[in-house]
């Protein structure tokens, strides 16, 4: 089993910064792919940004340019780097793995831009 906890999530204004971190338990986290996901209210959960465990990273359109996701294996930490933040960034955000076709959800983490 494979614990995944997220922080970083806050109130930040339109145009400002967040990083946020998930740590993960268990002892291949290097060969994890980790991604972030997000959840709007009345929104279906999207796939924001995949890391590979080779490194390999894909985001999806809406966050291009802005956000960063990066991993560190000797700390079992995930990050998403979220700059330029805009009202329609508002959402939970949530951490996730996947290794050897299973995979782990995190608690998830508000992130909230005022319009």
């Known amino acids: 089993q494979v614990q995944l906890v997220e922080s970083g999530g806050g109130l930040v204004q339109a145009g400002g910064s967040l990083r946020l971190s998930c740590v993960a338990s268990?002892?291949?986290?290097?060969?994890?792919?980790m991604s972030w996901y997000r959840q709007a209210p009345g929104n279906e959960r999207e796939l924001v940004a995949t890391?590979?465990?080779?490194?390999?990273?894909n985001y999806a359109d809406s966050v291009k340019g802005r956000f960063t996701i990066s991993r560190v294996n000797v700390a079992k930490t995930v990050y998403l780097q979220m700059n330029n933040l805009k009202p329609e960034d508002t959402a939970v955000y949530y951490c996730?793995?996947?290794?050897?076709?299973?995979?782990?959800w995190g608690q998830g983490t508000q992130v909230t831009v005022p319009s």
């Open positions: 996730y793995a996947r290794v050897v076709g299973t995979y782990y």
């Open positions: 268990g002892n291949i986290f290097s060969m994890y792919t």
């Open positions: 890391i590979t465990s080779g490194g390999v990273t």
